[in-house]
């Protein structure tokens, strides 16, 4: 889609290199299949890049050693195109709401293990007790792909990450 032209996209047209389009596709099929949230992270992470600087029409290998911080290590540049996911979806949210939320998440929805972690889920009853998280702000972090909903037996929803890729950003910004 990145190529695709006409009066309907923001985006001027643009490409990958093969090197990044060889490191994406590992970084994504690492579990065996591609998932959608790992795929929106890193096209919306590229549209982005792209938008903010008009005359580029290639991503390249020097663009994934910026998101990198230089870390040539194999799938370092996706890793930190999702920690950039985390903290821009973050960032999406109204300011007052920002440090409640990031809250938490980060002491509620992810627990360390070892040199891990594991996603945690928290009923929307106890969020909005805990926290005082509106359904609308809730509604906002599912629509931005940051969390997903699961049905509760006994009514209501349980919101979690949508990816366990997304546990390490967490922790680091704890």
């Known amino acids: 889609p990145a190529a695709a032209t006409g009066s309907g996209y923001l985006t001027k047209p ?13 970084f994504l099929t690492q579990e065996g299949r591609i998932e959608g949230i790992l795929l929106q992270m890193l096209c919306s992470y590229f549209e982005n890049l792209v938008e903010d600087n008009p005359q580029q029409r290639e991503i390249t290998a020097a663009d994934l050693l910026v998101v990198s911080n230089d870390d040539s290590t194999p799938g370092a540049a996706m890793e930190g195109i999702v920690d950039v996911y985390y903290r821009d979806r973050i960032d999406d949210l109204p300011d007052d709401q920002e440090e409640t939320v990031k809250r938490f998440i980060e002491d509620n929805l992810v627990q360390k293990v070892g040199n891990g ?8 009853a106890q969020i909005k007790d805990r ?37 390490n950003p967490v922790l680091k910004s704890k």
């Open 14 to 26: 643009f490409s990958y290199s093969a090197p990044v389009q060889d490191e994406i596709l590992d």
């Open 131 to 167: 926290f005082g998280i509106e359904a609308d702000i809730l509604n906002a972090l599912v629509r931005n792909g940051l969390l997903r909903t699961e049905p509760f037996l006994r009514g209501g929803v349980t919101y979690e990450l949508t990816h366990d890729r997304l546990i």
């Open 117 to 124: 972690g594991m996603r945690l889920s928290m009923h929307q």
